[in-house]
T-cell receptor, first 113, second 117 residues
Framework: SQQGEEDPQALSIQEGENATMNCSYK?????LQWYRQNSGRGLVHLIL?????REKHSGRLRVTLDTSKKSSSLLITASRAADTASYFC?????????????FGTGTRLKVLA | NAGVMQNPRHLVRRRGQEARLRCSPM?????VYWYRQLPEEGLKFMVY????????ESGMPKERFSAEFPKEGPSILRIQQVVRGDSAAYFC???????????????FGPGTRLTVL
């Protein structure tokens, strides 16, 4: 599997339900970020979580990071139709000389009204 | 403080033409990254530049693609003799200089959508 691989690939839920997306990665990281992308649009930064943090909240979003399992999860509570989008995690490749981000293929979330 | 700016937002080229994509980083940022996103896929790293230097071009195709980040002006991603497979969204990101404490946080532009006919 690739660094920063999301699971599931697609998720369809009813408005008001919670949505959970997972991300796994392979190498050690400095931080992990979650982004949202509406169809055909740019990236919207959601949350950055550093490697020494375990959980972070922002409004209806909750991100956890487990560095021992090399995984992160994004929870969206009380989902809305406007949350319909693709969600990507991105990890920085902690190799000397470069700080590129490696993105997964994304989870396509559909929230039904 | 304006965010990362990219232009054009949409670019249409015929096969064999050249495409030039521009990226102006956030004010005070000296690191620029280019990523490509094919339809239904995640972003793939292409190249990482600092002013007048290419630091990491491991994700960039060896032929037809080049990137620069001059001392003055925006970063340019240049694709020569475009082919249909180059059709994608190209995103630029920037980050502050090292030592600022946030150098590994990247801020993304809105992207340029290249369509090759």
């Amino acid at each position: 599997s690739q660094q920063g691989e999301e699971d599931p690939q697609a998720l369809s839920i009813q408005e008001g339900e919670n949505a959970t997306m997972n991300c796994s990665y392979k190498t050690s990281i400095n931080n992990l970020q979650w982004y949202r992308q509406n169809s055909g649009r740019g990236l919207v930064h959601l949350i950055l979580i550093r490697s020494n943090e375990r959980e972070k909240h922002s409004g209806r979003l909750r991100v956890t990071l487990d560095t021992s399992k090399k995984s992160s999860s994004l929870l969206i509570t009380a989902s809305r139709a406007a949350d319909t989008a693709s969600y990507f995690c991105a990890t920085d490749a902690r190799r000397s000389g470069t700080y590129k981000y490696i993105f997964g293929t994304g989870t396509r979330l559909k929230v039904l009204a | 403080n304006a965010g990362v700016m990219q232009n054009p937002r949409h670019l249409v080229r015929r096969r064999g033409q050249e495409a030039r994509l521009r990226c102006s980083p956030m004010k005070g940022h000296s690191h620029v990254y280019w990523y490509r996103q094919l339809p239904e896929e995640g972003l793939k790293f292409m190249v990482y530049l600092q002013k007048e230097n290419i630091i990491d071009e491991s994700g960039m195709p060896k032929e037809r693609f080049s990137a620069e980040f001059p001392k003055e002006g925006p970063s340019i991603l240049r694709i020569q003799q475009v082919v249909r497979g180059d059709s994608a969204a190209y995103f630029c990101a920037s980050s502050p200089p090292r030592g600022s404490g946030t150098y590994n946080e990247q801020f993304f532009g809105p992207g340029t959508r290249l369509t090759v006919l």
